[in-house]
């Protein structure tokens, strides 16, 4: 079910406490104005978030939840203009159930590939459908999303750990060509602005995998799941792009 963050705080009594666990975390995280995602921190202010809550469902269909709130946040994206909805990402917090001796960062990866093959609409033909071309990203209802992957395996990366529960931020890709093209001047300031801000946050400790969409050095599913050290990156993209045609909805 999507929850806006207005309506949270009335629903928070009657919530399971993981839920509860997850919201104060993600809150102490956000609120902090050091936090280096400038757009998270606006959005926080003027209580502009969206909400899943992820549970695992019954083999087969574990990311059930996620799929229906994904589909009810297309849907927000799709009938609003998009100078009103530039600062309302969602927030997919998936429950501790998922904590099952596999990496967290892995059932990311599963959620993706599971929304995607109950996808209802086919993927956008401007899009490539290889994840290691440049101008490939996520799709969902016709939608170009980028997806950040927060989890509690992450220490160095402390801008993408956002408490004890893996966490998707998701926005319409568009919106950062709004924000923050990194094809213009601002833009770019914007983005030089954060990525210091990031720098700063971690210690010093700088993602390498930060650029901008298109290029060939900076792929974007790369930029969904960082990696450190201690938190590799898959070699290759864990995403599996169905058959034309092939349809699981």
Not at 119 to 127: A, K, R
Request: a negative charge; proline letters at 7%; hydrophobic letters at 35%.
């Amino acid at each position: 079910m999507l929850i806006s963050q207005q309506d949270l705080h009335e629903k928070l009594p009657s919530m399971q406490a993981w839920e509860n666990t997850a919201w104060n975390e993600i809150e102490q995280k956000i609120q902090n104005p050091d936090f280096p995602c400038i757009f998270s921190l606006k959005a926080w202010k003027i209580q502009s978030l969206y909400l899943v809550f992820c549970h695992k469902g019954s083999p087969g269909n574990e990311y059930e939840d996620f799929i229906q709130g994904l589909k009810s946040y297309s849907e927000f994206i799709i009938t609003t203009p998009e100078s009103e909805r530039l600062f309302n990402p969602l927030l997919v917090v998936f429950s501790p159930d998922f904590h099952d001796g596999h990496s967290l960062l892995a059932h990311g990866w599963e959620a993706l590939n599971h929304a995607h093959r109950h996808d209802p609409s086919p993927w956008p033909d401007s899009v490539s459908r290889n994840p290691d071309d440049a101008s490939w990203s996520f799709c969902f209802c016709g939608i170009e999303y980028f997806i950040n992957m927060s989890s509690p395996e992450h220490i160095q990366l402390q801008n993408r750990n956002l408490g004890s529960h893996l966490v998707f931020v998701i926005n319409a890709r568009r919106n950062f060509d709004l924000v923050a093209n990194g094809q213009t001047p601002d833009g770019q300031a914007t983005r030089t602005r954060i990525r210091d801000r990031v720098a700063d946050y971690n210690q010093g400790f700088r993602p390498v995998e930060l650029g901008s969409y298109g290029t060939v050095e900076n792929l974007e599913w790369k930029q969904y799941q960082l990696s450190e050290p201690q938190v590799p990156r898959p070699a290759i993209c864990p995403f599996t792009q169905k058959k034309t045609g092939e349809n699981f909805a």
